[in-house]
Each structure stands twice: as structure tokens, then as C-alpha cells.
């Protein structure tokens, strides 16, 4: 695995190390396209940042200091920048053009909420049988793949629903269908297999497997040595056997366009 363009900074308070260290531990480990994917920084019409994003007021440092790096380290690394960023129906124009405004070149489709953090302050990570939920989840994600703007979705197993499994599948399978129609790969997420997280869920990659959606790899790195995760990478390659997947391999980058 030469490529790896899901990688977070300091800049979203939840990460560790320099971005100049995740780009020189992936050098090291043989990585030749990498990209950084900071939570896409947006503030809501009433003023309200979240917390995990990367802070309006640090956008202009964040393009700066990947840019010097691109230049730096251009012999022995293609570098981009982008954003890993929500479907929020409300806000996607005003999000899209922040991204663009401000130098991003890719985005990552990566739905932490089903709506958004101010309607529905619950993360797709917590446990929920509500159905309402399950669908708004997937809506936000099919209409952020139809809108050509991402060029993958990050951990599209995110969602913990622990509701009726039919309901799942009939719901999560409209992800896997859309993937192979659209062309946009689904990521088989890292951070989910180191951590032992509820994702990558058998259940959705059994689907995958089925529709033959394109299926790319993440690392999703907090920290300097998960930009490159040899042991994720196994287990990863182990589910692409099991479950007969559509491993394409380094994803097609889209550049970001303004609507």
C-alpha cells in the first residue's frame, strides 16, 4: 500500500504529532501518495464551531504549513490537502465553498452526524435502534456520493445501529449499490481495526462484497505511526479475501469545484 489520503493533525484537538512526522514515518514505510484530511472547518450561521474541526481561525496556518511540506519532501512524496468533510443538507453550500475558498483540493465524505451536530447533536458512533436515524444517516451519505464532490466515503460503516438487521440491510445496501453505480469508493477505515472499534462491520462488508461496490483503504492517522499501520493493512487485506471485494487500490482524487 503505496497511498494513504485519510490523515488528521493537531489541529483538530484529537490527533498527536506533527504533520512533517506523519510525512516522514510514511516515506519511511514506503507510502508515495499521501494526503492530509483535516476535519473540514465550518462555522454554523449562529456562530457555533465544533470542536473537532479544524478552527476557522487556523485554516490559513493548516494550507501553509502542507504546502511547505509538499514542496519540502516533492522528490519523495506527492502531497495533497483536503478535508474530510459531512453531508450536512442545510450547510453543504456554505461548507463546500469554505473548503474550496481556502486552498482545499479533495474531499473525503466521512458522515459524523446523520443531519448535523446542531439538529441532532448524537454521533454516528453511539448506539441507536431509532429507524429515523438509520435513513437520515444514509440519505446525508447517498446525496454527498451523487453530489461529485467526494472522492471516497470514510468508514461508511460508521453508523452503530443496533436495530432490526433486515432494516439495516435494506437501508446500508442502498451505500453499496451506489458506490458501484456511481463509481465512489467505500473505505475499509483503519482506525476502526486498530482501535477494535464496531467498524468495519462484517455485516456491511459482506454487502459490499455482494454488489461489488470499489473498495479503497484509509488509515484515518491520529498519530505519527498510523500513517502507516502494517498491521491494519493485513487485516484490511484479509477482509478483502473474505469477503470478495472490489479492492481498486489508490482512489481516484477529485478536485474540490465550487457549486
Known amino acids: 500500500m503505496d497511498y494513504n489520503y485519510h490523515a488528521h493533525t493537531f489541529r483538530c484537538g484529537h490527533a498527536t504529532g506533527t504533520p512533517e512526522e506523519y510525512v516522514l514515518w510514511a516515506i519511511e514505510h514506503g507510502v508515495r501518495y499521501m494526503g492530509f484530511s483535516e476535519h473540514a472547518p465550518f462555522r454554523f450561521p449562529n456562530g457555533f464551531e465544533s470542536d473537532y474541526r ?11 504549513e502542507l504546502k511547505r511540506l509538499a514542496e519540502k519532501y516533492k522528490d519523495r512524496i506527492q502531497l495533497r490537502i483536503g478535508f474530510e468533510m459531512e453531508y450536512y443538507p442545510a450547510f453543504f453550500s456554505q461548507m463546500l465553498k ?6 482545499g483540493e479533495y474531499l473525503i465524505l466521512g458522515q459524523h452526524y446523520p443531519e448535523n451536530e446542531l439538529s441532532d ?9 431509532s429507524e429515523a436515524r ?36 435494506r437501508e446500508m445496501r442502498k451505500i453499496c449499490v451506489a458506490s458501484r453505480e456511481l463509481n465512489i469508493p467505500l473505505e475499509i477505515n483503519f482506525l476502526g481495526l486498530r482501535e477494535g472499534r464496531h467498524y468495519p462491520n462484517p455485516v456491511f462488508w459482506k454487502m459490499a462484497g455482494e454488489e461489488q461496490s470499489p473498495v479503497t483503504f484509509g ?14 493493512l493485513k487485516k484490511a487485506q484479509e477482509m478483502v479475501e473474505k469477503y470478495g471485494l472490489n479492492y481498486i487500490g489508490i482512489p481516484q482524487i477529485r478536485p474540490i469545484q465550487k457549486k
Open 219 to 232: 488509515c484515518d492517522a491520529h498519530d505519527i505511526r498510523s500513517a502507516f499501520d502494517a498491521d491494519s
Open 134 to 169: 438509520l435513513c437520515s444517516y444514509v440519505s446525508c451519505v447517498l446525496e454527498g456520493m451523487k453530489s461529485g464532490y467526494f472522492s471516497y466515503v470514510a468508514h461508511p460503516d460508521v453508523l452503530r445501529f443496533t436495530g432490526d438487521t433486515k432494516l439495516y440491510d
Open 121 to 129: 447533536p448524537i454521533h454516528s458512533t453511539k448506539s441507536s435502534d
Open 54 to 64: 479544524l478552527p476557522m481561525n487556523e485554516i490559513a496556518d493548516y494550507i501553509a
Open 98 to 103: 469554505t473548503a474550496a475558498d481556502c486552498g
